[in-house]
């Protein structure tokens, strides 16, 4: 009996031995746990979040041209590794300025606003966004001297980052030249050239139509019938290129705003017995697949483009601005290039591999400048 109890004191002991054991080992893993944990914490604390960007695009998701911004930005931001989120207005920019009213009345402004003034909406929507501490980018069509004064001199913000904008006046000067040589109509009295541009609100549209304006003018070899505006729309230029080719027999240059233009006047063109690139000649802007081809089998005979790139551009902008950098307030850079088949550009806007551009060598160099061009 004595040694029955010895052995249940022995057997409760080495219970009892083992149980504390654990729990030392246990508490022990806690207490690493907890340690590593605390270290984590404290570490995504110091770390920098990054920013979020809201890129407000006034184009259609179908469009060609503001699916190219769309990819390029897209590669940026996924390089540079910052939050983009992209909202389309669908050619409407009453919905643009619908989207930031929604962001300010739901408290979801992003740190960083990327806002293009298509139809002059801009105004509209800075308006709404006075006292509010957002970042702001103008993209591609900018405001006025005296609009950014009064827009960007809120204390409580809304703060300009920069404006870029590609050279519009340069591209409509040497697409409209280049097209001029392209085509030699045979005609008695001087050829008549048609320029389509987009619309009379955009300032972009209004600096590629004049620069063609001048180059016509100073060519000389060539007679201005008329300005028409097509709002940037392949339908529309149809429409009134038929009119206008059924009235004017000497008509033989049609200068367009953008390729969806340029394809509507070709096809009415087509329509009346023309043949694009031999008795009739356009040219275009823009680098969609269809555009590219067109221009590669002649029946483009000049065209423009790589100013897609403008918003993976603001991308490194807003990568510069939120290490520190000190950005320049306007920014303007040629960004268009004449499009030429059998180039190495020519073939690097067909394949469309932007993951192999390294986009951080694009960042502001030792002197706070800026280069935005691929060859």
């Known amino acids: 009996m004595i040694n029955l109890q010895f052995n249940l004191l022995s057997i409760s002991l080495w219970i009892q031995s083992v149980i504390k054991r654990k729990k030392i080992r246990i508490l022990t893993r806690l207490s690493t746990l907890l340690f590593l944990t605390t270290t984590l914490l404290s570490a995504s604390s110091l770390a920098k979040p990054q920013p979020d960007v809201l890129f407000i695009n006034p184009g259609q998701t179908s469009e060609s041209f503001w699916h190219d911004v769309d990819l390029f930005?897209?590669?940026?931001?996924?390089?540079?590794?910052?939050n983009l989120i992209t909202y389309h207005?669908?050619?409407?920019?009453?919905?643009?300025?619908?989207?930031v009213k929604q962001l300010i009345d739901d408290e979801q402004l992003p740190e960083y606003l990327v806002l293009v003034n298509e139809d002059n909406a801009a105004m509209r929507m800075l308006y709404l966004l006075q006292g509010k501490p957002v970042k702001v980018v103008m993209l591609l069509n900018d405001l006025k001297k005296?609009?950014?004064?009064?827009?960007?001199?809120?204390?409580?913000?809304?703060?300009?980052?920069?404006?870029?904008?590609?050279?519009?006046?340069?591209?409509?000067?040497?697409?409209?030249?280049?097209?001029?040589?392209?085509?030699?109509?045979?005609?008695?009295h001087p050829a008549q050239i048609l320029i389509i541009s987009g619309?009379?609100?955009?300032?972009?549209?209004?600096?590629?139509?004049?620069?063609?304006?001048?180059?016509?003018?100073?060519?000389?070899?060539?007679?201005l019938l008329q300005v028409v505006y097509?709002?940037?729309?392949?339908?529309t230029a149809?429409?009134?290129?038929?009119?206008?080719?059924?009235?004017?027999?000497?008509?033989?240059?049609?200068?367009?705003?953008?390729?969806?233009m340029a394809f509507g006047a070709m096809r009415a063109a087509t329509e009346l017995g023309k043949?694009?690139?031999?008795?009739?000649?356009?040219?275009?802007?823009?680098?969609s697949a269809a555009v590219l081809n067109a221009r590669s089998t002649g029946t483009i005979s000049s065209l423009g483009g790589g100013h897609f790139m403008?918003?993976?551009?603001?991308?490194?902008?807003?990568?510069?601005?939120?290490?520190?950098k000190t950005i320049p307030n306007k920014i303007e850079q040629p960004m268009f290039q004449l499009i030429e088949p059998d180039t190495p550009l020519f073939k690097a806007l067909e394949a469309k591999n932007w993951q192999n551009i390294n986009f951080k060598g694009f960042s502001q160099n030792k002197d706070g400048e800026y280069s935005f061009m691929i060859q």
């Not at 960007?152 to 097209?179: C, I, Q, R, W």
């Not at 043949?275 to 680098?287: E, R, Y």
Request: aromatic share 8%.
């Open 89 to 99: 207005a669908e050619r409407n920019p009453y919905l643009m300025i619908k989207k």
């Open 73 to 82: 930005m897209q590669e940026a931001a996924k390089q540079l590794d910052l």
């Open 238 to 260: 149809y429409d009134k290129t038929k009119l206008l080719l059924q009235r004017h027999s000497r008509l033989c240059y049609i200068w367009t705003a953008n390729d969806s």
């Open 310 to 324: 403008a918003g993976g551009w603001a991308i490194v902008l807003i990568y510069d601005h939120a290490q520190g």
């Open 146 to 188: 005296q609009d950014k004064a009064r827009f960007f001199n809120h204390p409580g913000g809304p703060f300009l980052v920069a404006s870029l904008t590609p050279d519009n006046h340069m591209v409509g000067y040497e697409t409209a030249e280049k097209l001029i040589e392209k085509g030699i109509a045979n005609t008695e």
């Open 199 to 223: 619309n009379k609100n955009t300032p972009a549209s209004n600096q590629r139509e004049l620069g063609a304006r001048q180059s016509i003018v100073l060519n000389g070899k060539t007679e």
């Open 275 to 287: 043949q694009p690139g031999k008795d009739i000649f356009f040219s275009a802007v823009n680098t």
């Open 230 to 235: 097509a709002n940037w729309n392949e339908q």
